[in-house]
């Protein structure tokens, strides 16, 4: 798991709560970023494989919400898109941890915000998928990072959440390292 405890450098480095989840999840993200990026979005199973790995992840994130956060309804709309594409209603391959709705939220609208730009750069491929057709939710981004910005970056919550998002990197990273391996052997 990633170390995102209140003594890391980016909480010493940073102004606010938005800097230090950039600083303090840089690497996971990088990381993640790195092992999705090597798939080929054009063929059919490795846009399978990337959609799957999204359909877990975001599976393990709702189960880790209550049923009443807001964040539900961005990661039921997002998990509805994904059984689309897939074909099969997502699911947790692990059991959720409860998760700061805050740091779901996070990385649910960075995900809508990266989603886009790889949209903007695919083809035909992803073009029909419903996934990659949602809406990127830049007013919800916005309105995320003026909270952030205006959260201390330490103290208990600040340090809550930012392991809690640091532990959602971590979910997306088991899940890419386990259907990325055989992009053709994607469990329905």
């Known amino acids: 798991m990633s170390d995102t405890t209140g003594s890391s450098a980016g909480s010493l480095k940073a102004s606010s709560l938005r800097e230090r989840l950039r600083l303090d999840t840089r690497a996971a993200h990088d990381a993640l970023d790195e092992r999705l990026g090597t798939l080929d979005l054009q063929t059919p199973e490795h846009l399978a494989a990337f959609l799957a790995v999204q359909a877990e992840g975001f599976a393990v994130l709702r189960d880790g919400l ?23 209603a997502p699911r947790a391959a692990v059991p959720a941890a409860p998760l700061d709705p805050l740091a779901v939220r996070y990385i649910a609208l960075g995900s809508r915000l990266g989603t886009r730009v790889m949209a903007g750069r695919g083809g035909a491929a992803l073009a029909a998928s419903r996934y990659f057709a949602l809406p990127p939710r830049g007013e919800d981004w916005k309105a ?6 205006a959260h201390p970056a330490g103290g208990p919550a600040a340090d809550r959440i930012v ?4 532990a959602c990197f971590d ?11 055989a992009p053709c052997a994607v469990p329905a």
Do not use: C, W
């Open 66 to 88: 209550s049923a009443d956060a807001p964040e539900a309804a961005l990661l039921d709309e997002m998990l509805a898109a994904l059984a689309t594409d897939l074909g099969h």
């Open 144 to 149: 995320l990072v003026a909270t952030l910005s």
């Open 163 to 166: 392991r809690d998002a640091a």
């Open 171 to 181: 979910i997306f990273s088991a899940a890419a390292a386990r259907l990325t391996t």
